[in-house]
């Protein structure tokens, strides 16, 4: 009876030895599984991460080359009282003036000063009439006085609000826009004295002084 026991007992610790090194092994099988799965999970998840980030670049690409011309197209849709709108500017001034002020006409004088300029730099500005009492027609009249040959948006039309980086606000103002409608400078007639600055053009050069001014600062006779 003694020795069925032992015999017993040692019997079971066989088997019992055999098991658990059996079920580990198969633990670890279990584990290596994951591991693979959990590995092609995670090329996948960047399989289709890339792929995302290929179309998001196709579509800015897409969207930016749209963009690039925004005020371009905006400006094919003004309606002017005079003038022409280029629409193959490289930049544009939003200009609100107005001639009921001393400043205001000041503003229109020196636009025209600049006029070469602002050709030279691909910058075309575009007129608004900002005085309230002053229709199109007399305002027509009075760029004519003044000698301002700059195209100048109906006050009827309603586009101007549509125009990318266009704000109406007080006149005089005067806003600088590139061809994507960011404002590359904004405030009042001071704008016009530092213009090129702000659209990387060389600085504009001083007119020579005309003939008469010459003759007229001769050097005294001597005694």
């Known amino acids: 009876m003694k020795h069925s026991f032992l015999y017993l007992s040692l019997l079971l610790g066989i088997l019992c030895w055999g098991t658990v090194p059996t079920q580990a092994k198969s633990e670890k099988k279990m584990t290596a599984a994951e591991k693979r799965e959990q590995r092609k999970k995670e090329r996948e998840a960047r399989k289709k991460g890339k792929e995302e980030k290929e179309d998001g670049d196709k579509k800015d690409k897409k969207d930016e080359k749209v963009d690039k011309k925004a005020v371009n197209n905006a400006v094919k849709k003004l309606k002017t009282v005079c003038g022409r709108i280029k629409a193959n500017g490289k930049y544009y001034m939003y200009v609100q003036y107005t001639v009921m002020t001393e400043d205001g006409e000041a503003m229109l004088q ?98 020579a002084k005309p003939a008469e001014d010459a003759e007229t600062e001769e050097e005294p006779e001597e005694e």
């Not at 005085?131 to 586009?159: C, F, H, Q, R, S």
């Not at 061809?179 to 704008?191: D, M």
């Not at 016009?192 to 060389?202: E, I, N, P, Q, Y």
């Open 110 to 207: 020196k636009l025209q000063e600049e006029e070469r300029n602002f050709k030279m730099a691909k910058l075309y500005p575009i007129l608004f009439n900002g005085d309230a009492d002053i229709g199109d027609e007399e305002a027509e009249k009075t760029l004519k006085k003044n000698k301002v040959k700059y195209p100048m948006v109906k006050k009827t039309d309603k586009l101007p609000e549509q125009l990318p980086g266009y704000t109406p606000g007080s006149a005089p103002k005067i806003t600088i826009v590139d061809t994507t409608g960011k404002v590359l400078a904004n405030g009042g007639a001071e704008i016009l004295d530092s213009w090129s600055t702000a659209v990387g053009a060389k600085a504009t050069k001083k007119e």
